[in-house]
């Protein structure tokens, strides 16, 4: 069992910055592919970022592309989530997310553990 804490969340303007952090429990942290995702009010939650366990590849949804940066060090057993430009629409619970690397990076790959999430609020 893997579990996931999520910290740097908070309140913050628009046109802002924040950064996420994500310690998973588990020393062969390298082992994982790692996500982010978020849950806005009424919404369902959805996709924002991954990482492979190597840190060779990225992806995002749309919306965030060119403003969220997702990174990870091995080193120290923590993903990050560096989010800039940030707006309104990006208010939400973001939860991170880590899948075992032999079931595969592919997005549509559901993800084995979740941590309890860290909201982040931004003030138009």
């Known amino acids: 069992q893997v579990h996931l804490v999520e910290s740097g969340g908070g309140l913050v303007q628009a046109g802002g910055s924040l950064r996420l952090s994500c310690a998973p429990s588990e020393r062969t942290f390298s082992a994982y592919h790692m996500g982010w995702f978020r849950q806005a009010p009424g919404k369902e939650r959805e996709f924002v970022a991954a990482?492979?366990?190597?840190?060779?590849?990225?992806d995002y949804v749309d919306s965030v592309k060119g403003r969220f940066t997702i990174s990870r060090d091995n080193a120290k057993n923590t993903i990050y989530l560096q989010m800039n430009s940030l707006k309104p629409d990006d208010t939400a619970i973001y939860y991170c997310?880590?899948?075992?690397?032999?079931?595969?990076?592919?997005?549509?790959?559901?993800?084995?553990?979740w941590g309890q999430g860290t909201q982040v609020t931004v003030s138009s």
């Open positions: 997310a880590a899948k075992e690397t032999r079931k595969g990076y592919g997005l549509g790959i559901p993800y084995d553990y």
């Open positions: 990482i492979t366990f190597s840190g060779s590849r990225t």
